[in-house]
């Protein structure tokens, strides 16, 4: 009786561990033809001056819009994409998609930046410089316009190969960004061997900085470092309007969050651009 229990339980447990790996397999198995067949999309989350609220950019994040499975977010397919080596056909569209829409912006007369996330696999890619000069080239996109958001786990992966790359990007002009600042392993140190240009500080920080003292200490102190190393900051997961005065005033250059806008199409970043472009009044809220 006891040892068919036991079976039961180590049933169960194999059980759910295949509807897991069921699902993995599924998604993995799709996501070569959701490339191919156009499934994937984009949405931009603006980023605005935190003193003035102007719009000054935007991120795109990609979506998968799967036909039968509905709308899968980029955590869930992102990790299998790095596994597969489907990551580099995913940004070759995402980066596609975003220097289209910056053209777009730009032809409307306005020229925020538009920043696209770099997976670490593809900081070991040789062919990535050329993959984005190709895309600036076609879609007639200043360089300066588009920054390449790495993060922490793939500087530290491989410093050498991760180095050479950030310098071949910075060479066409773009800008390099760490993104989720913070949570890995790099110290400013390390960054500023890297040369990078912008600094993202993660959200686990910024959002309830202002009612956390030792998030509003990693926040000011972040701040205070990246600007004298010379980096843009940038402060992701702004929710409300005391976290973004706070930030403007420990001299955070840029903000992103709910509080500014979430996920959104390139038309409604377009909208937001003629409302909140030069011009606008500064946010006194
Ligand atoms: P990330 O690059 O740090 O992007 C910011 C994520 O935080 C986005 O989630 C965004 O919707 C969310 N977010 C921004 N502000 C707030 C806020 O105020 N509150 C809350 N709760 N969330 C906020 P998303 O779109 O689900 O993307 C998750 C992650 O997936 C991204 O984190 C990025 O690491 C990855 N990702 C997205 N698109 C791409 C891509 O095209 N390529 C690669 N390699 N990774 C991508
Ligand atoms: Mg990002
Ligand atoms: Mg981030
Ligand atoms: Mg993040």
Redesign the pocket.
């Known amino acids: 009786y006891q040892a068919k229990e036991v079976r039961g339980r180590a049933c169960t447990y194999a059980g759910r561990r295949d509807v897991n790996s069921i699902e993995r397999l599924r998604l993995l198995g799709d996501l070569g033809r959701a490339v191919e067949r156009g499934e994937l999309f984009v949405?931009y989350?603006p980023q605005v001056d935190a003193h003035t609220g102007v719009v000054v950019g935007a991120?795109?994040?990609?979506r998968w819009r799967h036909p039968e499975l509905g709308p899968v977010?980029?955590?869930r397919f992102?990790p299998l994409a790095e596994q597969s080596g489907l990551?580099a056909g995913?940004?070759a569209v995402?980066l596609d998609q975003a220097l289209a829409d910056a053209a777009r912006w730009s032809a409307a007369g306005f020229t925020p930046s538009v920043s696209?996330?770099?997976?670490a696999r593809l900081l070991t890619d040789h062919d990535l410089p050329a993959l984005v000069a190709d895309g600036l080239r076609r879609h007639s996109v200043a360089a300066c316009a588009l920054v390449l958001?790495i993060?922490e786990t793939g500087i530290v992966s491989d410093p050498a190969r991760a180095r050479a790359v950030v310098r071949r990007l910075r060479a066409l002009g773009c800008s390099v960004a760490v993104?989720?600042y913070g949570t890995g392993q790099a110290s400013l140190a390390y960054l500023m061997d890297l040369e990078v240009d912008e600094l993202?500080i993660d959200?686990s920080f910024v959002?309830g900085m202002t009612s956390d003292r030792a998030r509003a200490v990693i926040v000011r102190s972040t701040v205070q470092m990246a600007r004298e190393l010379g980096l843009r900051v940038v402060a992701?997961?702004?929710?409300d309007a005391p976290t973004q005065r706070a930030l403007a005033a420990l001299g955070c250059h840029t903000a992103?969050?709910?509080?500014v806008g979430?996920?959104m199409t390139a038309d409604a970043v377009l909208d937001l651009l003629r409302v909140r472009h030069a011009g606008a009044t500064p946010r006194l809220d």
């Open positions: 949405r989350q991120e795109a994040l990609v977010g980029p955590d992102i990551i995913v940004t995402v696209v996330n770099l997976s958001e993060t993104d989720d993202k959200r959002t992701e997961g702004v929710t992103q969050g709910e509080h979430g996920p």
